[in-house]
């Protein structure tokens, strides 16, 4: 196969451009795993019964790879991926792998395909492991064959216009997740559903869907993303807050991360500029109730999403009982927690600054 | 290609034989529905970034066709099918279909492979229509392409060996279905996630899930069955009972069909023999606080699934709490309510009793 054309970085819309390569490995429960195999970006060929059309069997994870500067290549906290991606298995009784040679398997994809990498600033490939049962028999049962492969695509920012601060709709009509259900695994099944909503949403004039769980209407995620609130207490102490893993948050990689940061921040580990010398760092529920009253009082700081393909997103208003709750931004869109924590992260990511997240993919 | 040995039905399997030919019908954006074709049963080719691998862009129905003793091939109200079908296909933003195109497109189907369907008493073919989102970019949005494909595969009676009743693992720790969620559509997303709650029912001992809602412990479906309860009540009327379409409840089309029959009962349509005289017919809520306390004041009389594989499964205990709820069964597994509703339909299926609820395939 001659290699494709890369695409001008400008005209890339998220996931419609794919490098030239993948990655297969197959899985049969009788023989286990398969020898890797790096191919041709090409079609998978499955049976008409094959259990993944017809019961959703498959689960996947996003990651990025970063250019730097001086040429070498980098992924971000991958081990997490790989871990959660088994813990999303486990979910679906599809088989555990191994995640340092899947790892080490998706470096070498990488490497092949560096070219495609773009270089401008906010650029980065996007990767994306799925992991699919391929039996084609009709039995709702663990399957008997499985395929794990791994596509990659060149994404630019995902604001190219910079932050622009997004309208939400706080949604009680549909959810995304509920108590002993799926939300907490990053599975396919988890995703068709929410399109109506989100549709629904637009039409009323907001870009995503707030999922608030419960008759207390609890905050739980925007979109596909994790969301943060940053309120100052009563006691004057700024709070960071996110919802707490209890089943239906997804345990993000930046979730994860802006956490990590502002605790080191507060610790001492490292302090970041900009942000106020003493935060309290809360993974604890909250609801439209509490939003409301610290918006009512001018304690309400600001509101984000968090996720791999955007890193943060600022919250304008939450349409929410007829009216709007408008979320204070800062000039440039994010407010005054989410952007040192963002430059952080970004800084990381691109490897302006050293950290021992980043995992060396080539030099 | 030359067509396939028919295996001797002795050895059928569910859903694991397929006949000869398949449909497929392609639709896009910007052309809508192709035309259909009939081809030979090949492998489904996608592409890798296809949504209906990454964000479950699939639906499902499940029909059966039966063979009469006279030749004549009917399906078995497959109107309700299509209808299901649209619902589930607008609740993902799919494609909507004219449901009476399609089944002449299916009946095409039937009678081109028509010696698939087995001629043994209780056998049948099964017909698996999917709809599966198949643009291949990695955006969570509305499917710019899609494939509506019908597969059939011949089937033995669900239960070769007679009614054996089946005891269910009264389920709270993992759900099925949640308000606001997609219980009531045939999504594939439904299913895979109940995988692991039916490996874990099997390793206690219990043979499918009993999926309870709430605190209260609603009785909502068993496994991939509606449910029904028949309890006599305290004016010595015998209620047959099954959970109301609130949302969470697949509309079945065997539950639909015992309801009908029931009701034709009672009110002198069709008097069934076997079935008590006087019944009442309750679609409402029933909590596992009610089945327990009429199984101890001896009110209790049977608990049964149904569905388009198994026609009814009758179960003879409940796993709750730690102890079990024994459930009364007939001498051949099915309770007296039961018993002339499985006949009724069963006879209409095969060709025995004359319904318009049978559409003439070939004769």
Same mark, same amino acid.
């Given at each position: 196969?001659?290699?494709?054309?890369? !695409? #001008? /970085?400008?005209? *890339?819309? &998220?996931?419609? @451009?794919?490098?030239?390569?993948?990655?297969?490995? =197959?899985?049969?429960?009788?023989?286990?795993?398969?020898?890797?195999?790096?191919?041709?970006?090409?079609?998978?060929?499955?049976?008409?019964?094959?259990?993944?059309?017809?019961?959703?069997?498959?689960?996947?994870?996003?990651?990025?790879?970063?250019?730097?500067?001086?040429?070498?290549?980098?992924?971000?906290?991958?081990?997490?991926?790989?871990?959660?991606?088994?813990?999303?298995?486990?979910?679906?009784?599809?088989?555990?792998?191994?995640?340092?040679?899947?790892?080490?398997?998706?470096?070498?994809?990488?490497?092949?395909?560096?070219?495609?990498?773009?270089?401008?600033?906010?650029?980065?490939?996007?990767?994306?492991?799925?992991?699919?049962?391929?039996?084609?028999?009709?039995?709702?049962? !663990? #399957? /008997?064959?499985? *395929?794990? &492969?791994?596509? @990659?695509?060149?994404?630019?920012?995902?604001?190219? =216009?910079?932050?622009?601060?997004?309208?939400?709709?706080?949604?009680?009509?549909?959810?995304?997740?509920?108590?002993?259900?799926?939300?907490?695994?990053?599975?396919?099944?988890?995703?068709?559903?929410?399109?109506?909503?989100?549709?629904?949403?637009?039409?009323?004039?907001?870009?995503?869907?707030?999922?608030?769980?419960?008759?207390?209407?609890?905050?739980?995620?925007?979109?596909?993303?994790?969301?943060?609130?940053?309120?100052?207490?009563?006691?004057?102490?700024?709070?960071?807050?996110?919802?707490?893993?209890?089943?239906?948050?997804?345990?993000?990689?930046?979730?994860?991360?802006?956490?990590?940061?502002?605790?080191?921040?507060?610790?001492?580990?490292?302090?970041?500029?900009?942000?106020?010398?003493?935060?309290?760092?809360?993974?604890?529920?909250?609801?439209?109730?509490?939003?409301?009253?610290?918006?009512?009082?001018?304690?309400?700081?600001?509101?984000?999403?968090?996720?791999?393909?955007?890193?943060?997103?600022?919250?304008?208003?939450?349409?929410?009982?007829?009216?709007?709750?408008?979320?204070?931004?800062?000039?440039?869109?994010?407010?005054?927690?989410?952007?040192?924590?963002?430059?952080?992260?970004?800084?990381?990511?691109?490897?302006?600054?050293?950290?021992?997240?980043?995992?060396?993919?080539?030099?």
């Amino acid at each position: 196969m001659s290699p494709k054309e890369l !695409p #001008p /970085s400008k005209n *890339l819309v &998220f996931g419609r @451009t794919f490098s030239d390569h993948m990655l297969r490995i =197959r899985w049969t429960e009788a023989t286990g795993w398969q020898a890797p195999s790096i191919e041709p970006f090409a079609t998978i060929n499955l049976s008409p019964g094959a259990t993944v059309l017809h019961y959703a069997q498959s689960l996947f994870e996003g990651m990025k790879a970063y250019r730097h500067d001086n040429g070498t290549v980098t992924m971000f906290r991958p081990d997490m991926n790989m871990k959660r991606m088994n813990t999303s298995a486990q979910r679906l009784a599809l088989p555990a792998f191994d995640g340092n040679a899947l790892l080490e398997c998706i470096k070498e994809l990488i490497s092949l395909d560096r070219q495609w990498i773009p270089k401008e600033p906010g650029h980065s490939l996007y990767i994306r492991p799925t992991l699919i049962g391929t039996n084609g028999t009709l039995g709702v049962a !663990p #399957p /008997s064959e499985a *395929l794990l &492969f791994v596509i @990659t695509s060149p994404v630019g920012p995902y604001y190219p =216009r910079g932050f622009k601060p997004v309208p939400l709709h706080g949604t009680t009509e549909y959810i995304r997740a509920a108590p002993g259900g799926t939300g907490a695994y990053k599975l396919a099944a988890n995703y068709a559903p929410g399109v109506v909503a989100q549709k629904s949403a637009a039409k009323q004039g907001y870009a995503q869907n707030l999922w608030l769980h419960g008759p207390e209407h609890w905050l739980t995620e925007v979109g596909t993303m994790n969301l943060f609130a940053v309120i100052k207490d009563k006691d004057g102490i700024t709070e960071l807050i996110t919802p707490p893993l209890d089943g239906m948050i997804l345990p993000g990689v930046t979730r994860d991360s802006v956490l990590a940061l502002a605790r080191n921040h507060v610790s001492g580990v490292k302090r970041l500029e900009g942000l106020p010398d003493v935060i309290r760092v809360s993974e604890r529920p909250i609801n439209m109730g509490e939003i409301i009253q610290s918006s009512k009082e001018g304690r309400l700081i600001e509101l984000f999403g968090t996720g791999t393909a955007a890193v943060v997103t600022p919250v304008d208003k939450i349409g929410y009982n007829g009216g709007d709750v408008i979320i204070p931004t800062g000039k440039d869109g994010m407010g005054p927690v989410s952007k040192p924590l963002w430059t952080e992260l970004v800084g990381i990511q691109t490897g302006d600054i050293q950290s021992d997240w980043n995992y060396v993919v080539a030099q």
